[in-house]
């Protein structure tokens, strides 16, 4: 069955280090979008793609990056980790249907904690 | 700037009974809605959603409600079991494939 996967579901990492999120799916969908949720603040946009070779920054960009170069993944960096950076990642995908949206699909989350 | 909100961050219901869980958007231009079902250490789930033509969608012992008078949108849970203890998320969506999330609502079911 088609699917989307993060990985891995758990990190624990220290301030200042690299870290990079994975995420993949396999519905071919052409949209694919990351998101943190903290408590009290549900869950914000971080980086979004329309496809290959496109990334947009979302409601909370800052400190992260993402590259696309094919459909199936969209890993997340963390350039340098900070603590406000500790927080659950969900990953989402969509497929685009002329100009019309439709619901996103998640991915079971990754637990980031930055020490 | 433009954010959905809810007007209940909890909810407690007798099992069997229904559930009603409200969401208020300011985004006039909102066109696209939908409701997720989060429960505890999982992804949002997508229950059901719908566009700014339609006032009203019925899936299975769910219907949304849209209102677009007062900008309201709301999620009904018809003869709510156990099973749907979970956290409930509105969102909507203007002009793009993004959507902008509400914070949330705890659904808990009594015995």
């Known amino acids: 069955d088609a699917e989307i996967t993060q990985s891995p579901r758990h990190k624990i990492t220290e301030t200042g280090r690299q870290v990079t999120l994975a995420c993949h799916q396999t519905w071919n969908h052409n949209n694919m979008f990351w998101y943190r949720q903290d408590l009290g603040h549900g869950l914000r946009l971080i980086h979004y793609s329309y496809g290959v070779q496109d990334t947009n920054k979302g409601e909370v960009s800052d400190g992260y990056s993402v590259s696309r170069s094919n459909t199936e993944d969209l890993p997340l960096t963390l350039e340098s980790a900070a603590s406000s950076q500790t927080s659950v990642y969900f990953c989402a995908s969509s497929y685009l249907a002329g100009a019309t949206i439709n619901e996103q699909f998640f991915g079971p989350g990754t637990r980031l904690t930055v020490l | 700037g433009e954010s959905v909100g809810l007007h209940l961050p909890t909810l407690s219901v007798q099992e069997g009974d229904n559930s009603i869980i409200n969401c208020a958007y300011s985004?006039?231009?909102?066109?696209?809605f939908i409701w997720y079902k989060q429960e505890s250490g999982k992804g949002p789930q997508f229950i059901i959603d719908?566009?700014?033509?339609?006032d009203k969608r019925q899936g299975q012992r769910v219907t949304v409600l849209l209102n677009k008078t007062v900008k309201h949108l709301s999620l009904q849970i018809a003869a709510t079991q156990p099973g749907d203890s979970a956290v409930y998320f509105c969102a909507e969506s203007w002009g793009a494939q993004k959507l902008v999330f509400g914070q949330g609502t705890r659904l808990t079911i009594n015995p």
């Open positions: 719908i566009r700014s033509n339609m």
């Open positions: 985004n006039s231009a909102s066109d696209y």
